[in-house]
Nanobody
Framework: QVQLVESGGGLVQAGGSLKLSCTAS????????MGWFRQAPGKEREFVSA????????YYADSVKGRFTIPRDNGKNTVYLHMISLKPEDTAVYYC?????????????????????WGQGTQVTVSS
């Protein structure tokens, strides 16, 4: 079993940037495909991005493509979400998630039900 802890959230002005981290303990992160999701108040949890266990494949929601990237450092047991050109509509609680299967990283990993493990979330607020 793996435990996930997100960090790096905060308040930023529109157009600004943030870097979120998700650090794992209990198991090595290279055993997992990783994803980021977000949930705004009153809305359903929404897929943001996913990355393969090796880091060789990534997948992004259309709403963040070109603005967010999802690097990972298996040596540090950490996956990141680098966010630039932030918009007020990016405001949400951001969650990282882990899944032990190693399928092709595409729309399959856009479903929250795929993932076995979740962090507690970190708040990102973008002011206009």
């Amino acid at each position: 079993q793996v435990q996930l802890v997100e960090s790096g959230g905060g308040l930023v002005q529109a157009g600004g940037s943030l870097k979120l981290s998700c650090t794992a303990s209990g198991r090595t992160l290279r055993d997992y495909t990783m994803g980021w999701f977000r949930q705004a108040p009153g809305k359903e949890r929404e897929f943001v991005s996913a990355i393969s266990w090796s880091g060789g494949s990534t997948y992004y929601a259309d709403s963040v493509k070109g603005r967010f990237t999802i690097p990972r450092d298996n040596g540090k047991n950490t996956v990141y979400l680098h966010m630039i050109s932030l918009k007020p509509e990016d405001t949400a609680v951001y969650y990282c998630a882990a899944d032990p299967s190693k399928k092709y990283v595409g729309s399959y990993y856009a479903r929250a039900t795929v993932y076995d493990y979740w962090g507690q979330g970190t708040q990102v607020t973008v002011s206009s």
